[in-house]
Nanobody, 123 residues
Framework: QVQLVESGGGLVQAGDSLRLSCAAS????????MGWFRQAPGKEREFVAA????????YYADSVKGRFTISRDNAKNTVYLQMNSLKPEDTGVYYC????????????????WGQGTRVTVSS
């Protein structure tokens, strides 16, 4: 059924770049919001970026705005997160998310998660 598989994480130095990929399968994601969340040790999972599959409209957390870029490739059914100017505070496990919400109320009707890919940024 629905599968989200992240890749591209690794160990980098502050100021470096990484490109994360999320391969999505098992569903037509036209009506979905595709997002990236991250979780640092001892902290709750937080929103990083999201993109409406249909329009490509992106949304970013203030902490990554201007540094990260989310995009999607319709042919490959893949969502990307280009991360530039990485900071130590970007360290964490990054999870891909697919969410189907009611357009009017915002109610979460479907919610899927990948297994995560680890990003470590050293200072």
């Amino acid at each position: 059924q629905v599968q989200l598989v992240e890749s591209g994480g690794g160990l980098v130095q502050a100021g470096d770049s990484l490109r994360l990929s999320c391969a999505a399968s098992g569903r037509t994601f036209t009506s979905y919001d595709m997002g990236w969340f991250r979780q640092a040790p001892g902290k709750e999972r937080e929103f990083v970026a999201a993109i409406r599959w249909s329009s490509g409209s992106p949304y970013y957390a203030d902490s990554v705005k201007g540094r990260f870029t989310i995009s999607r490739d319709n042919a490959k059914n893949t969502v990307y997160l280009q991360m530039n100017s990485l900071k130590p505070e970007d360290t964490g496990v990054y999870y891909c998310n697919a969410a189907l919400r009611d357009a009017g109320s915002g109610r979460l009707d479907e919610d899927y998660w990948g297994q995560g890919t680890r990003v470590t940024v050293s200072s």
